[in-house]
C-alpha cells in the first residue's frame, strides 16, 4: 500500500551511519511504493523544527533514522497526536529500537518491519513540557554521562567507559529524597533511575521489566555498595539479573520526584537538567510503529 511518509536523519548518527541506514531502507520502502520525503537538521533545534513542521503537514508516518537522540526529538513532535512513529536505527544505543523489536543491524530489515505498518500505542515519559521514551539516569550513571559529555576522546562506548572508570575513583553514595506517588522516601543510593522502558545506554537493562505500554514508570533504587560491587554489578545490567542483587530496590509509580544536590538527569542520552526532577507517564502518548 502506497503511504507518504518523512524520514526525519540525522547523517552523523552511528559515525556515519544515519545516511547509510537511510539510503539501503529507503530502496526497500521505495520499491514497495512508499512516497518519502527526507529532511535533516543541521543540528538539534533545528532536527525539532523540522519534525514540528512535518507533523503538522499529516504525513502517514515520520520515520527516526538515528539513534535515541533522534527519536528524543521526535517524540516531542508527535506526543498527542495520530501521526506514528517508525524508527530506522543508526546510533550506538538504539533502545528505543530494541523495545520496539526493530531489527537493529539490517536496514532492509528494519525497513520490512515498518511495512507491515501494525501502528500501536505507547507511553511516553514527561519532564515538563519534555518527553522521554527510555530512561531517566539520576546517579552514578548520570555522572558518567556529565563526564563523558565533556570528553573530546575517544568516541563511541569507549568514552563512557572511561568516564566509567574516572569516576569511579572518588564516587561517594549519594543522598536522594524520592516523591513516589506522593509517598516520601530519604535514602541514599548509588543510583535512581527512572524507566519508562527497559533499557539505556546500549542494552543496560536498568529498569529490566518495564513496559512501554502499562500507564506506569519503573523507579530502581541501587543502595549503597563498594566501587568494587558496582564494577561487579554492572555486567549483570546487559542481562536484568542485577535485580536479584540485595541492594536493588523497585517502585512502580504514575509520578516520581528525584532530588539530589549536584546531580543532573540525563534521558535518551539527553542532558535534561538539574535535579530535582519531576516525571510522569503519559499513557499511550504517540502511536509507534511495530
Known amino acids: 500500500?502506497?503511504?507518504?511518509?518523512?524520514?526525519?536523519?540525522?547523517?552523523?548518527?552511528?559515525?556515519?551511519?544515519?545516511?547509510?541506514?537511510?539510503?539501503?531502507?529507503?530502496?526497500?520502502?521505495?520499491?514497495?511504493?512508499?512516497?518519502?520525503?527526507?529532511?535533516?537538521?543541521?543540528?538539534?533545534?533545528?532536527?525539532?523544527?523540522?519534525?514540528l513542521k512535518t507533523v503538522a503537514d499529516g504525513p502517514d508516518a515520520l520515520v527516526a533514522c538515528g539513534g535515541d537522540g533522534l527519536v528524543n526529538i521526535a517524540v516531542q513532535a508527535l506526543a498527542g497526536s495520530a501521526v506514528p512513529l517508525g524508527v530506522l536505527p543508526a546510533g550506538?544505543?538504539?533502545?528505543?529500537?530494541?523495545?520496539?523489536?526493530?531489527?537493529?543491524?539490517?536496514?532492509?530489515?528494519?525497513?520490512?518491519?515498518?511495512?507491515?505498518?501494525?501502528?500501536?500505542?505507547m507511553d511516553l515519559a514527561r519532564i515538563g513540557d519534555r518527553y522521554f521514551a527510555t530512561v531517566l539516569a539520576a546517579g552514578?550513571?548520570?555522572?558518567?554521562?556529565?563526564?563523558?559529555?565533556?570528553?573530546?576522546?575517544?568516541?563511541?562506548?569507549?568514552?563512557?567507559?572511561?568516564?566509567?572508570l574516572a569516576e569511579l575513583r572518588?564516587?561517594?553514595?549519594?543522598?536522594?529524597?524520592?516523591?513516589?506517588?506522593?509517598?516520601?522516601?530519604?535514602?541514599?543510593?548509588?543510583?535512581?533511575?527512572?524507566?519508562?522502558?527497559?533499557?539505556?545506554?546500549?542494552?543496560?537493562r536498568i529498569t529490566e521489566g518495564a513496559l512501554v505500554d502499562d500507564g506506569l514508570l519503573d523507579v530502581v533504587v541501587i543502595k549503597p555498595m563498594s566501587r568494587w560491587e558496582l564494577v561487579r554489578t554492572y555486567p549483570k545490567l546487559f542481562s536484568g539479573t542485577h535485580v536479584h542483587?540485595?541492594?536493588?530496590?523497585?517502585?512502580?509509580?504514575?509520578?516520581?520526584t528525584v532530588a539530589s544536590a549536584g546531580i543532573v538527569g540525563y534521558a535518551d542520552g539527553e542532558r535534561f537538567g538539574p535535579l530535582p526532577l519531576t516525571v510522569e507517564c503519559v499513557p499511550g502518548a504517540v502511536q509507534v510503529l511495530v
Open 170 to 204: 572518588t564516587f561517594e553514595p549519594l543522598h536522594y529524597v524520592l516523591d513516589l506517588d506522593g509517598e516520601t522516601r530519604t535514602l541514599d543510593a548509588m543510583l535512581v533511575a527512572v524507566g519508562n522502558g527497559p533499557s539505556f545506554g546500549g542494552g543496560l
Open 92 to 121: 550506538t544505543g538504539n533502545d528505543v529500537a530494541r523495545v520496539l523489536g526493530v531489527p537493529r543491524d539490517d536496514p532492509a530489515a528494519a525497513a520490512d518491519h515498518l511495512l507491515a505498518w501494525r501502528p500501536r500505542p
Open 245 to 256: 542483587h540485595p541492594q536493588y530496590e523497585r517502585h512502580r509509580v504514575r509520578r516520581v
Open 140 to 164: 552514578f550513571d548520570a555522572v558518567v554521562n556529565e563526564r563523558a559529555n565533556e570528553m573530546t576522546w575517544p568516541r563511541g562506548q569507549m568514552r563512557y567507559n572511561l568516564a566509567t
Open 1 to 51: 500500500m502506497s503511504r507518504d511518509v518523512v524520514v526525519l536523519t540525522n547523517p552523523t548518527a552511528g559515525k556515519g551511519r544515519g545516511a547509510r541506514v537511510r539510503d539501503a531502507a529507503a530502496a526497500r520502502l521505495e520499491a514497495a511504493g512508499w512516497r518519502l520525503r527526507h529532511v535533516a537538521g543541521r543540528d538539534a533545534d533545528e532536527a525539532l523544527d523540522l519534525a
